[in-house]
């Protein structure tokens, strides 16, 4: 059984541990996004404070005098006064942001949301930065077969003859060669496992077909977000989803059918009326709202980039002012609640830098990992040989640890695809190379 489960984990980690030091890098970046874009962009973000704040409409006034040829899309107001006000623009389908200072009108200047230092390191740890399917696809297999390595890892490590705490819980400093990077890799691996763990499965809600099977269920079973979000009554028939017209939208909020402004043939409300609503309301900052698109289109204010139990969507009539829907935390299922709180410890603000801090030890202890593994690999590896540990003599024991794989398959599709054809390639290619076998 040890043979088996070993010969699982060595494959499972030379094939996917290129993909996880990935993961692994620019997740760590990603966490310290507020530090980084604080410095970056300072001259964008930082203003000093100079007696009152200018209206909004006025704010959006002067950006669009500045960039005459774009659409203005969405207003972020923030909690600090030294913050620029943040405009959503669009501009040949290019979607940017411009920085105005709140008390003199003045435009900053833009920043293309795509070449934002933070969303790069972020599109590199969704989808490998060259987008599409294939790449989410393989972000998840290597997310999913993590969860592997972990579960035959901790079976590897588990002491079979007498306890001890040297080379279990704590490493043999002392030693040599092969066993010291043993202990280097099982000993931080058994104290990270755990937080490994949990940063994985906080990440697979944005994947493509895990993220999807959660939606599912959170939207089948109610647990997600509530049928009864909309004030007005019935949840209204609806294909436009608020994730499709809005921005920084809770997970458990990207979903929910967007109603339409019911009364038409009227001005339109002013922004100062709409953020009138939102101080009424207590909508935490930072905050954005974002414009109706279209006649029946509704002002939309969101937060999800707050604490977990400030997060809030809100619907607005465009003409009337009335709310339409309301969905705050408190309004989610168990799994909406699980799974934002776990999206906020995910991206390191759950708790503060507290939270940053320990998602870059777990990070960088399991980039350790890997590390450490290629260089006990290496020490151990004969001359002419792949290294690998020999396969089990024993075919009942064989087939059993498959069927245990293939069980964790079910429950990750893309890691059940993946495990028959790493076990046809040990079956049919693997075992005819006599490197191999040895």
Known sequence: ????????????GLIFAPFLIILAFSGAVYLFKPQIESVLYHDLYYVEEKGDILPST?????????????????????????????????????????????????????????EKFTT????????????????????ELAACWAVILLITGLYIWWPRNKASIWGTV???????????????????????????????????????????????LA???????????????????????????????????ENIPVPNSSVTGYVPLSLEKVTDIAQAEKIQKPYTI???QGEKGVYTISTSHTKPGDNATLHVDQYSG??????????????????????????????GVANQILGLITCLGL?????????????????????????????????VVFFIMLGLGIVMPLVGISIIAVYLLDRFVFSKIPSVQN
């Open 58 to 114: 006025k704010q959006i006034d002067e950006v669009q005098k500045a960039y005459p040829e774009t659409a203005i899309t969405s207003i972020k107001y923030y909690d600090d006064p030294l913050r620029t006000a943040e405009i959503g623009i669009m501009t040949n389908g290019e979607m940017s942001s411009a920085f105005i200072n709140p008390y003199t009108g003045e435009v900053a200047g833009t920043l293309s949301d795509d």
């Open 322 to 351: 009335a709310i339409l829907s309301d969905v705050r935390f408190d309004d989610y299922g168990i799994m909406g609640k699980g799974i934002t709180m776990g999206v906020a410890l995910h991206e390191g603000r759950l708790f």
């Open 219 to 253: 939207t089948y079973s109610n647990t997600g977000y509530p049928p009864f979000a909309h004030s007005f009554g019935e949840k209204p028939e609806s294909i436009v989803k608020t994730k499709d017209v809005a921005e920084d939208i809770p997970w458990a909020a």
């Open 1 to 12: 059984m040890y043979q088996t489960v070993w010969r699982w984990h060595f494959y499972a």
């Open 367 to 399: 980039i350790g990992l890997i590390v450490s593994s290629y260089v006990m690999w290496r020490k151990r590896k004969p001359q002419e040989s792949s290294g690998a540990p020999p396969k089990s003599k024993d075919s009942k024991v064989t087939r």
């Open 170 to 216: 704590l490493p043999r400093f002392n030693r040599k060669g092969r066993i010291f990077w043993r202990d280097m890799h099982a000993v931080p691996a058994f104290w990270l496992s755990l937080f490994m763990l949990i940063l994985i499965l906080t990440g697979l809600p944005w994947s493509g077909v895990m993220g999807e099977q959660i939606n599912r």
């Open 120 to 139: 790069i390191f972020k599109k590199i740890h969704s989808e490998l930065l060259i987008g599409g399917t294939l790449a989410n696809r393989l972000v």
């Open 290 to 292: 974002s414009m109706p």
